[in-house]
């Protein structure tokens, strides 16, 4: 055939005309259609039978139900953590930490998948087996006990009361080493002040029954106790078409609290105490108080001491106090008038805004204006809780020979850890020479987070036992895989504020880390290792038979297991049992007054000792419920400003880091574009200091600085600047590091004067433009 | 008049119940298999179907109040409203009379008003990404995927199977939770009962810790929702598009009601303002 | 390998191909002006690969401006490319046969502008692949499906409209077959003309329609005549008031390029005057619709007019389009003596395609920077290098479409008369 032009054009109109004709155009457009709805990198979620399990999550210490998928080839898979509608102190609803819990599990990236050793020097990491692991944890505390210094030791971890925490602080104890510390809690100033004053370790608030709740100076809303608990309570004072509850938050920012309360009373800073105090001071003028009080140890004056009547007539006037703090006194009147009328009030106090355990003489003030309305033991009001009846795990150990690194020069000996790592970075009393991190992120979470990172630097060996790669994983040596909540076995204790105590058991649910072993597993196995009478002290295969041990008295522990909590049937109603050496309750503490004369030796040496302490005001008002001006105020010289965290339910306050979902939904008046941290300041201070909304500014305190960008924001205090707290890792992925900067780099942590918790609540800053 | 196959479900939420802790958001995302990109301050390309807004009342220290509002897609039907005292709430039992902003602009049908449900649904697969529906919704509720989610190693094991995750380049939104209505209408099929009021509960309702969010059947006396959209302090945002929305607010605060919505009529913001004030 | 270099000239003697009695440049002249259209067009495949393989994160569009430059081109490209329906109209079948002159270069122009609005669209929808969803699962209620059916169609009509210029090239008319078929579409042009004119006039129309019908977006909604909002027909008559003025300012700027007279200076002003007329009556109706919105459609809907306007996107550019791109050339363009002159009346028209363009650019971007909810903020939109690759699509392959076809098609009729020297 002629192939010239003409049956060129014949055949390309044919074959225009043929592919039109055939289906290979409608079938090409199909499957790429198809094709889009198939990518390979868009997941395709198996689907499989679906079960419940429930769990209690130790973040918050509520419980949670795990929807878990049974798929045929991915296996069991937990596609959701809900709440627990049978869980008192969840009833269905859920926070976002435990809502996004499984982003943090199943993240590979973010886990420790094996035990890892780390060469210092090069920084190169090498992957180890878990028998090589322990020999070496085990290896260097022998080596330390063999040599006489297992003193030179200091073990973390988040939580005293857990079976983890009591497992590490038997291993430590038995070792030789008086140093194990905790993440510091309010349940411990708590326990202080209820102990001193009613000798009740274990308070808590009927926010559920009250309908007048006056909280100072603490984020109820926030993070305060069970955070699911305390919202359902919130949800009661709620109603229509009038609110049967009234909420009163006295704080120095227009916070979630304070934005959702009746009523805010913006205070100073540090002043909430001294507010307590004047209220009760006003119920008394008024005579508007519950009379039993008159009958308190030390409400009258006393051979040698002022009463607090006393106190209270000299030095807590309405007009000083209102003055003091910066509100309105006939607001404050009102509120007091208000309170001392109505039928079921109770007076809050708890952690602060920036996460700190709170001050001791603050809780008592807000104890004793509890007293003065009469609602101790009352619907509504302060109640105490039945002790967890919890077993030890074993017998007494004997207190090892060295004092502890910090608190040993206090009458009463208190967890601080950040005391301990000054005292330990200082050498003195003597430096450490291994350091067991083992849980609670304590390099990210401090809380002074700079001091924890250079203790860790400085330390020859450093262990951390944790889930994920986190910042404390970054500077450790040996690095071993432990569990998640959702993996593995443990538990958690009573949250704070609950009127009613209870216990959460948490089971392996998932395997997301095969290689991970449950925290108290790992020193189980070390105990093992070291024999003798650490292996005595822990005799136990696994954490599993520790919590058996523990929960003995609990029932079945298998049944209790599936049920992943125990908590208190009934509240106690009821006049409380006060376990002081009057029998009553005490205003003036005698345990207190006895455990000070007792470190000082003498009543004479009394004053030094309580000057030496810090405690303002001496002997007069030492033992007796009183406020104690902020050490940070001290600092306020110049521009300087006082720092205060913003604490949300969005971001969290120590214990694991902020999920991926939770970093999504920070709203931009926390982390503005391109990841920035953002501070709030009161217009009138912005302009004070020459700056404006949206500039990037430096915030500086001795121990750290912080770079934001600066948001001017009406409800923010003038003097202070407010800073998001939990934001700021460096670890944790893409989706979760460098978003922000961590508030506790910045954070100046003291102790409490009298208690020697560590508190960080303010600090003293200046805040200038910054550079670029 | 209302078949009997025809029902509404709506939502109340209580402003003043909502301490913003995010819970909804978050279990919202579980739920519905939201992924998490890398930059996700930049709120107009992340994908939030339930955004929880904080506003204050713009007033100096110390009167500053702040409320928040979670922001669901508000289901609108269009149309007609009613009277204040039916809360707003007058649907259209005709399907042909719905006019939802962003259904009657999609090109490719793959939005939907449920003519049995009142829900708005969205189909991922059959969107082509024209972004129409976007730029028609007055809520921003409607999303589009910019990115490919970047998932990273492990975490689509915590996905959900029974929402399918979205690609690049369509547009998604709230459904309701759509699949639970399914898996809840599998459930009474079985033994022949109907979907009750607690059979069928968005995640966002069921995790609000402090109970702010009720979801039921607008038009059923017998459900919570009916009664609440009723109160002096119930109210819809922005009423005078005429959008119908079915998700509604209550609050007693007068300025967040006139901030949420400053076209409440004049009846009824008056009235709401003699029963006082939060 | 000598010889086929020596005899390049010849082969690249490309002067046969030329429209009779006609002169063109160079072919090396011409290969260096092709290089203009050509790099545009390359920056607009870089662009447009980065743009279907990484997504549309690759622009500056959000969930505020879901549309951005792209759709602002789209819609300007389109009204300015209405001159080919409407000359067409007037042409066929009005029997303003005084246009035919220019009946030719308005279709192609139209042309350019609807094939480059429909790539560009296809490269903005999120998943292109999928675009005939719009077809295969149409929904008659949506604006954007009618304007997807009739922007395709019309597209089809102008190929049809386009391709007896095509035909009548001094050599391919040469052949029997294609002079044949050439001669019978120009006597059935009529029907195509009307096809054209009925699917230009409903999607120039949808496309205003568009915005008016969101009636939860107050800066866009606009009241019904009939089933359609007011931008329904705005649109229509803005388009049809600016497309003969953008044809004409196109020979205007081709003949100032070439240095040759390519239309006589008459048929020039008749559009002019058309196109004055049209922008009269648009700028009547479009006022009456301004003041209609201020003080109803607003307050109907709960906002106010101040509250329509935030910087940048402030009064200032309504006072532009209404004013300075609206009243001022339609006053202009209806003065004879402004027509007579060649720079008033370029200016005028200039200002007129300036006018409708900033008029969608306001329906599209102002409409979304318009925070609805009480509680939004006011964002601004600036779009990414890419998206101005995407857009420059329209001018490249416009560019380079028009360069060859007045090269080598007769798109002037006039213009061997006008040049004899």
Known sequence: MDWDRRTFVKFAVGAVIGVHASPLIPKLMDDSTIWT???????????????????????????????????????????????????????????????????????????????????????????????????????????????????????????????????????????????????????????????????????????????????????????????????????????????????????????????????????????????????????????????????????????????????????????????????????????????????????????????????????????????????????????????????????????????????????????????????ALAKKPYGIKTLILCGGNFVFNGPQANVMHELARKTPFVVAITPYLDESAAVADLVLPSTHWLEGWGDSTTPYGSPVSSYGVHRPLVKAVPQARDAGDILLAVAQRLGGKVAEALPFKSTEEALAKRSEDLGDFEELAEAGSWVQKKAIYGPPKFNTPSGKLELFSMILHDLCVKQAGSADVLENMLAYLGVEGGAKTAFLPHWQKPAAWGDLKGNKLLMQAVPSLRTTWGGDAITPYMVKILPDTMLAEQDKLVVEMNPITAKALHLNDGDLVQVESEEGSLTAKLSVYAGAAPGMVFVPVGLGHEAFGFQVAGKGMNFNNAAGVTSDPMSGMPIWELTGVTVKKARG | MWRKDQVRYGMVIDVDKCTGCGACSVACMSENNVGVLHDETDKIKSITWLRVYQIDNGKPFPDTEVAFFPRPCMHCQGGESGTPGQGFFQEDTDPDAAHTPCVSVCPATATDYDDATGIVSQIPTRCIGCRYCVAACPYHARYFNWYDVPWPKGTPRALSPFVSPRMRGVVEKCTFCYPRLQQAKNKTFLDGSEVGEMDYQTACTEACPSGAITFGQLQDPGHKVHKLIKTDHAFRMLEKLGTNPKVYYTSKRKWVRMLADNHLSQAKAAKAAASGGH | MRRWLDDLPKYAD?????????????????????????????????????????????????????????????????????????????????????????????????????????????????????????????????????????????????????????????????????????????????????????????????????????????????????????????????????????????????????????????????????????????????????????????????????????????????????????????????????????????????????????????????????????????????????????????????????????????????????NQQ
């Open chain 1, 37 to 423: 709805q198939n990518w390979s990198w868009v997941p395709n979620p198996e689907g499989g039978g679906v079960a419940y399990a429930r769990t209690v999550s130790p973040q918050t210490g509520t419980g949670v139900l795990a929807k878990i998928v049974n798929s045929r080839v991915a296996g069991e898979r937990a596609i959701r953590v809900e709440g627990d509608p049978d869980h008192p102190l969840s009833q269905g609803g859920v926070v976002p930490a435990d809502a996004s819990a499984l982003q943090l599990l199943y993240n590979e990236e973010i886990r420790v998948t094996s035990p890892m050793l780390r060469n210092r020097k090069t920084g190169e990491v090498m992957r180890i087996t878990w028998s090589e692991a322990l020999d070496q944890l085990a290896g260097n505390l022998s080596e330390l006990a063999k040599s006489g210094k297992a003193h030179q030791s200091l073990a973390l971890a988040p939580d005293p009361s857990d079976v983890t925490g009591r497992i590490l602080s038997r291993l430590m104890h038995s070792l030789g080493s008086p140093n194990t510390a905790y993440t510091p809690t309010p349940r411990e100033t708590m326990a202080l002040a209820g102990v001193f004053m009613m000798g009740q370790p274990f308070l808590g608030f009927d926010l559920a029954n009250a309908n007048y709740v006056v909280s100072f100076g603490t984020p109820l809303l926030e993070g305060f106790g069970a955070p699911v608990a305390v919202r359902q309570a919130y949800a009661k004072w709620r109603g229509y078409p009038k609110n049967p509850g009234t909420l009163v938050q006295i704080e120095p920012r227009a916070s979630v609290t304070a934005g959702q309360a009746d009523e805010w009373l913006p205070c100073k800073a540090g002043s909430e105490g001294a507010l307590a105090l004047a209220m009760c001071r006003i119920m008394l003028e008024e005579g508007i108080y519950d009379k039993s009080i008159e009958s308190a140890y030390g409400f009258d004056d006393m051979k040698g001491f002022a009463g607090f009547k006393s106190m209270l007539m000299k030095d807590y006037d309405r007009n000083k106090i209102a003055k003091m703090a910066g509100i309105p006194l006939a607001k404050l009147i009102k509120i007091t008038l208000a309170f001392a009328k109505a039928e079921r009030a109770v007076a809050v106090c708890g952690p602060g805004n920036s996460g700190d355990p709170g001050r001791m003489y603050d809780f008592m003030a807000v104890l004793a204006l509890n007293a003065f309305k009469g609602n101790l033991g009352k619907p509504g009001g302060v109640l105490t809780q039945q002790p967890l009846p919890l077993k030890a795990l074993a017998g007494d150990i004997a207190d090892p020979q060295q004092p502890p690194l910090a608190g040993g020069e206090r009458p009463f000996n208190v967890n601080n850890v950040n005391a301990m790592a000054k005292a």
């Open chain 3, 14 to 418: 490309d002067s046969s191909w030329w429209p009779t009695g006609t002169t063109r440049c160079r072919p090396e002249v011409f290969l260096l002006w092709l290089g203009l259209p050509l790099t545009i067009m390359a920056y607009f495949t870089v662009s447009a690969l980065l743009v279907l393989v990484l997504g549309l994160n690759q622009t500056n569009m959000n969930d505020y401006f879901a549309f951005g430059v792209w759709i602002v081109v789209d819609l300007a490209v389109i009204a300015l490319g209405a001159g080919a329906f409407f000359t067409s109209f007037l042409n066929y079948i009005v029997g303003k046969t005084e246009l035919k002159p220019i009946v030719n270069a308005a279709v192609l122009i139209g042309f350019i502008c609807y094939t480059g609005a429909i790539l560009m669209l296809g490269i903005d929808i999120g998943q292109p692949l999928r675009g005939w969803f719009g077809f295969w699962h149409a929904n008659v209620h949506s604006m954007l499906t009618e304007v997807m059916f009739c922007i395709t169609t019309y597209a089809i009509v102008l190929c049809i409209e386009i391709l007896p210029t095509v035909l009548d090239n001094r050599r391919i008319g040469k052949v029997p077959e294609f002079g044949t078929f050439s001669h019978n579409l120009h006597t059935i042009m009529i029907v195509f003309a009307a096809a054209g004119t009925f699917l230009s006039f409903f999607h120039q129309g949808s496309l205003g329609g568009m915005f008016g019908v969101l009636y939860a977006r107050p800066f866009a909604f606009r009241g019904h005549l009939g089933i359609w909002p007011m931008t329904f027909f705005l649109f229509i008559m803005s388009a049809i008031a600016a497309g003969p003025s953008f044809t004409t300012m196109c020979v205007m700027i081709t003949e100032k390029i070439t240095g040759k007279r390519l239309t006589t200076h008459k048929v020039k002003m008749l559009m002019g005057k058309i196109s004055g007329w049209l922008l009269l009556v648009y700028m009547v109706a479009k006022s009456a619709d301004t003041l209609y919105w201020a003080h109803f459609n607003l307050p109907a809907a709960g906002v106010t007019f101040d509250s329509m306007f935030h910087q940048p996107y402030g009064i200032w550019l309504m006072w532009l389009e209404l004013g300075v791109c609206g009243w001022l050339p339609a006053l202009m363009l209806l003065t004879p003596r402004v027509r007579e002159s060649y720079g008033l009346m370029f200016v005028a028209m200039l200002l007129t395609c300036i006018g409708v363009t900033l008029n969608r650019f306001i329906f599209t971007i102002q409409t979304l920077a318009l925070p609805v909810l009480p509680f939004e903020k006011f964002y601004a939109y600036l779009p990414t290098w890419q998206e101005w690759g995407i857009a420059s699509l329209v001018l490249g392959h416009g560019l380079l479409i028009f360069m060859l076809a007045y090269r080598y098609l007769p798109l002037f009729p006039q213009e061997p008369e006008l």
